[in-house]
């Protein structure tokens, strides 16, 4: 962070060597005045974006109407952007027009919330004309200036306040969360992509449980532009411990599982919510794998039952999702009431699950020591359905112990069980 502190000041640097002022501005500041990692700096300076591209040899035109140069120092890359005000808001989130200042104030005080509006000169002084560091120590989030305007200007800015709140750890200023409440169904303009943006930066971070309060007790999930099953949060459910989830994707499916929502219902809303297939595809294997130990459990309630519940998840959603799924039974033991799995088995799962899985002697088709092709070969029968159905029962017997994985007792049961298909069919 030091090093990249200093390659910052030498934009700066020679930023006023041309006599344009300039600044570290936003994030890096508060984070930097709490002795927090700083991320990233940006540079807020008088110098026209033209200005900056011809000082610096290598620039590239991030957002030129907006203001913004990024400029490569030392293979460093600092986002640079010129003093500026915006006006006319009409879509509730962006404006329609941005003028380019002189003055750092005025550059400020647009800026979402006091602690995000405040700027370090070269030398280390502090510029905090909204009383952002006062507002710190008292652990209060504030809107700059009048809160229901600022959130009137841009919806977003009601999301990030709940993920700033939750990510400090601190308390809404009073008028800024009667703002808030008030400007909620205005979160219906905010595109689902920016909504899941802010939501998964909220879960991710240190403080999942008090976003979840926050939005619980805003309300502002009802507002967004497609409805949520998440509108539904409830953190009497979510009473974990979230911090042993360390993979941000169990923390969502911890979410839908603790509502009880469908492994379906699930993929839709994160697909809604613009979520890449791939985190949708994670999530959602969980999830199935919970209802599948349930659906499994309740044919066979005990002991025994439990345990074979268990393996056959472990075969069906594969290990990865099953020891997802642990961790989330150990960081909240209730999860699972919901879909009717009662306290004691989750217990016994907690205890048991990973032993469980480490008995088995296959997990998955690629273990078994027999392949579909040598199948087909041995058993010498034209290829059909079968095939899989044949796999698929041999998987289960040696999963469940019932037959040892050697390829030559598999392939006796594969005839056994063949003849039994062809006999019912
Ligand atoms: P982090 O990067 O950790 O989320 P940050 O404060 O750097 O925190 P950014 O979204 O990177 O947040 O924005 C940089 C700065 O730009 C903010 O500190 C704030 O001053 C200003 N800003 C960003 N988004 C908005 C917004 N929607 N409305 C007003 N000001 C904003
Ligand atoms: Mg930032």
């Excluded at 009409?90 to 750092?104: A, G, K, N, Y």
């Excluded at 169990?250 to 613009?274: D, H, I, P």
Aim: negative net charge; aromatic residues 6%; hydrophobic residues 40%.
């Amino acid at each position: 962070t030091q090093d990249l502190e200093r390659k910052a000041k030498k934009v700066i640097r020679k930023l006023l060597e041309h006599g344009y002022e300039a600044y570290m501005v936003g994030g890096c500041v508060r984070d930097k005045q709490l002795n927090r990692p700083v991320k990233d700096y940006d540079i807020a300076t008088a110098a026209k974006p033209e200005q900056v591209q011809q000082l610096f040899q290598r620039t590239i035109p991030t957002g030129l109407q907006h203001g913004t140069v990024s400029v490569r120092m030392d293979d460093c890359l600092f986002e640079v952007t010129t003093f500026r005000t915006e006006s006319g808001y009409e879509d509730f989130r962006h404006p329609t027009e941005v003028q380019f200042i002189d003055s750092l104030y005025e550059d400020l005080r647009r800026r979402d919330f006091t602690m995000n509006a405040m700027a370090l000169d070269i030398d280390g002084h502090l510029i905090d004309p909204f009383d952002g560091v006062n507002d710190m120590k008292k652990n209060l989030l504030r809107c700059v200036g009048d809160a229901n305007e600022r959130f009137q200007e841009d919806a977003l800015r009601m999301l990030r306040c709940i993920r700033f709140a939750s990510q400090y750890g601190l308390e809404i200023e009073n008028q800024t969360w009667l703002a808030l409440l008030k400007q909620a169904p205005l979160l219906e303009h905010i595109a689902m992509e920016r909504v899941r943006m802010e939501l998964e930066r909220m879960i991710a971070e240190a403080a999942p449980a008090h976003a979840v309060q926050l939005l619980e007790g805003s309300r502002l999930l009802d507002y967004v532009k497609q409805s949520l099953r998440l509108a539904d949060l409830n953190q009497e459910k979510l009473s974990g411990d979230w911090s042993t989830l360390n993979d941000p994707l169990l923390k969502w499916a911890y979410l839908y599982l603790s509502m009880g929502v469908s492994a379906a219902e699930t993929e839709q809303e994160l697909r809604a919510l613009t979520f890449s297939k791939q985190q949708v595809e994670q999530v959602r294997q969980v999830i199935a794998a919970a209802h599948e130990l349930s659906r499994q459990l309740a044919l066979e309630p005990n002991e025994d039952g439990l345990q074979q519940a268990w393996k056959l998840t472990v075969i069906s959603y594969g290990q990865e999702s099953i020891v997802g799924l642990h961790q989330i039974l150990q960081a909240s033991p209730g999860v699972l009431t919901e879909l009717g799995v009662a306290d004691k088995w989750s217990k016994s799962l907690i205890t048991c699950g990973l032993t469980w899985l480490k008995d088995m002697p296959v997990h998955s088709l690629e273990e078994l020591d027999l392949g579909g092709r040598e199948l087909l070969a041995r058993l010498s029968k034209p290829a059909g359905p079968w095939v899989s159905k044949v796999l698929a029962h041999l998987l289960r017997e040696t999963a469940l112990k019932r037959l040892a994985n050697e390829s030559d007792l598999l392939l006796a049961e594969a005839e056994r069980f063949y003849e039994s298909i062809i006999q019912q069919e």
